[in-house]
């Protein structure tokens, strides 16, 4: 689903598509994508510069939530690179009963509120609440489809000749996965990857009844952001949350050159 | 080797998903049928999923149609803009729903650059809408958008040519080869909409009765360690959820057939 879709850029089309009719078209999508999306970014962005920028940004906590934020979510994009490949797999290439099952629950995250995807995991494991392990939880809970559904199609559009062949030429399993099928399945693993980092920092449903918020331990930056809007400090959530929008914008810039160079 | 990936992949998939979600049900529904009817039906229970529908209702199909405008723009349109439309259409997908919720009391709030509007905006529906189009407003576009590459332009050139005006060659050659897109779009977008917490936790005001929405009445009866009460609304909301599932597969299937 839209995990496979997000940001696939458009190809060229030829020149004799019906265009100027469709400038009323430009003008209306731009006039609404720039009121409902862009008009608040940018109020975000120039309310940040009200607050001395550096100092909430560089304030102890603000540094800890952001880094922490930001090793978790490699770790959750690593541990989805890892696992997500090996499900997509197991679902293309894998034959037994309750696949299909399998393959439904894959997008069962997407469906479910994150509210509630925490809360299933408070109940379940109760004993994690409030530490680094939960949020780590959380996470790949809330991930687990994107390298999936962005490794599956590539999968199964492979075509198995070239295994064969290396196969027949003597190579083992092993090396037939690593030279051949893992370089051509890169890309989508990588842009996969990105998505479920991107998905991963910005998160806040899933994680704010399980992580407990303990600062310099398990606060994670958007809880940061929800707690200091909290405490009427606008002008300091803008700054954190300009932070977060500037890694948003360069996890989606790195996105389109995967995607390029994927198609290459 | 395959038996310890299958093994491997099952695994993981129960010990994240599966079994948090069955117990979650089965906590939900241990008090017994009356116990778990009165909990999702207390007057506040009604407002929230009230208030969830009406929300959901007003986002939906504003998402449809302008989702559908803008695929239309980004593949069909000439303009050099399309491709920067394209890059902010995926904004709402990398942003935070905090940051969003936070942009939004920015610009409507008390000192927001449009707080001077005469209507109340933040803390009430207007808001709790604003914060739900948002985060949902890609799914059409970005599931209309590969189907209208792929049957690309002809038949519309000709249904032109032979002097069909723009409405109806939208109608009667667009719409019916996007509508398995549109449908599964359309299916997505609800499903968040339903669901988001994030964003509009943070407009809402979490007034109970008034502004209080399905997925934070989750929130508000675990804090207020009414458990079994968030159990309850969290089964139903795992419900639609499966139902949501379900809707999509079925609507996939349809597009490939």
Known sequence: MSAATVAAPAKARPARTRGPGLSLGFGVSTLWLGLIVLLPLAAVVVRSLDASFWTVVTSRQAVSSLVFTLWISIAVAAINAVMGTLLAWVLVRDRFPGRRLVDLLIDLPFALPTIVAGLTLVAVYPDVRFTKWAVLLALLFVTLPFVVRAVQPVLLALDRDVEEAAASLGARPRTTFRRVILPALMPAILSGAALAFARAVGEFGSVVLISGNIPFETQVASVYVFKRLESDDPAGAAAIAVVLLGISVLVLLVLRLIQTWGRR | ?257
């Open chain 2, 1 to 257: 080797m395959r038996h310890v990936l299958r093994l491997t992949a099952i695994g993981y998939l129960l010990t994240l998903l599966v079994v948090p979600v069955a117990v979650v049900v089965y906590r939900a529904l241990e008090p017994g049928p009356a116990e778990v009817w009165a909990s999702v039906t207390t007057p506040a229970a009604i407002s929230a999923f009230w208030l969830t529908l009406i929300v959901t209702a007003i986002a939906v199909p504003l998402n449809a149609i302008f989702g559908v405008l803008t695929a239309l723009v980004i593949e069909r349109s000439r303009s050099r803009g399309r491709r920067l439309l394209d890059v902010i259409l995926d904004l709402p997908f990398a942003v935070s729903p905090v940051v969003i919720g936070l942009a939004l009391v920015l610009v409507y709030g008390r000192d927001g650059w449009l707080g001077w509007l005469p209507v109340q905006v933040l803390f009430s529906l207007p808001a709790i809408v604003l914060a739900t189009v948002f985060v949902s407003i890609p799914f059409v576009a970005r599931e209309v958008a590969p189907v209208l590459r792929e049957i690309g332009d002809d038949a519309e050139q000709a249904a032109a040519t032979l002097g069909a005006n723009r409405w109806q060659t939208f109608r009667r050659i667009t719409l019916p080869a996007i509508r398995w897109g549109l449908a599964t779009g359309v299916v997505l977008s609800t499903a968040r909409a339903l669901g988001e917490f994030g964003a509009v936790s943070v407009v809402s005001g979490k007034v109970a009765g008034d502004t209080m929405t399905l997925t934070l009445l989750v929130e508000q009866r675990f804090q207020n360690f009414d458990l079994a009460g968030a159990y309850a609304a969290s089964a139903l909301l795992a419900v639609i959820a499966v139902a949501v599932l379900l809707l999509m597969t079925l609507m996939q299937r349809r597009a490939e057939a």
